[in-house]
């Protein structure tokens, strides 16, 4: 960018051709979801794995363990229907059936599609390695 000095009658220095941002588009935030399905009528929350700091939501339970480290995951707050529904509306178009080998628990995900590379994955009930659907 080429920054023009002395531009116009005033000579302010601003030129808003070349000063402005390229991109206009806002950030939209990637929500990761694990659970049943959102219109199943769960109370779900918003959950943080404490090691690699990464947030999701899921149904509300005993005890839940982060999907991404097997480890206990903490509860950041309840969500109430409406924001989980507006959070989610447009995220839940990827969603992948699993089912954990060890508890026989029976959930969606869409973490597969916004994290690539990531191979990995963890039950949110029982904290043992999954093998989901690809």
Same mark, same amino acid.
């Given at each position: 960018?080429?920054?023009?000095?002395?531009?116009?009658?005033?000579?302010?220095?601003?030129?808003?051709?070349?000063?402005?941002?390229?991109d206009?588009?806002?950030?939209?935030?990637?929500?990761?979801?694990?659970?049943?399905?959102?219109?199943?009528?769960?109370?779900?929350?918003?959950?943080?794995?404490?090691?690699?700091?990464?947030?999701?939501?899921?149904?509300?339970?005993?005890?839940?363990?982060?999907?991404?480290?097997?480890?206990?995951?903490?509860?950041?707050?309840?969500?109430?229907?409406?924001? *989980?529904?507006?959070? !989610?509306?447009?995220? /839940?178009?990827?969603? &992948?059936?699993?089912? +954990?080998?060890? #508890? %026989? $628990?029976? *959930?969606?995900?869409? !973490?597969?599609?916004? /994290?690539?590379?990531? &191979?990995?994955?963890? +039950?949110?009930? #029982? %904290? $043992?390695k999954?093998s989901?659907?690809?």
């Open positions: 960018m080429r920054l023009v000095l002395g531009f116009g009658i005033t000579a302010t220095g601003y030129y808003p051709y070349t000063q402005k941002p390229v206009y588009q806002p950030y939209r935030p990637v929500y990761l979801f694990r659970g049943p399905p959102p219109d199943a009528g769960f109370s779900y929350g918003l959950f943080e794995d404490e090691t690699l700091k990464k947030q999701y939501y899921s149904e509300l339970g005993l005890e839940p363990y982060s999907p991404f480290t097997g480890k206990p995951a903490k509860l950041v707050k309840e969500v109430e229907e409406y924001e *989980f529904q507006r959070a !989610m509306e447009n995220m /839940l178009e990827n969603l &992948e059936d699993c089912e +954990c080998a060890h #508890c %026989g $628990a029976k *959930f969606k995900q869409n !973490m597969r599609a916004h /994290l690539k590379g990531r &191979e990995e994955y963890y +039950c949110h009930r #029982c %904290g $043992a999954l989901c659907n690809k």
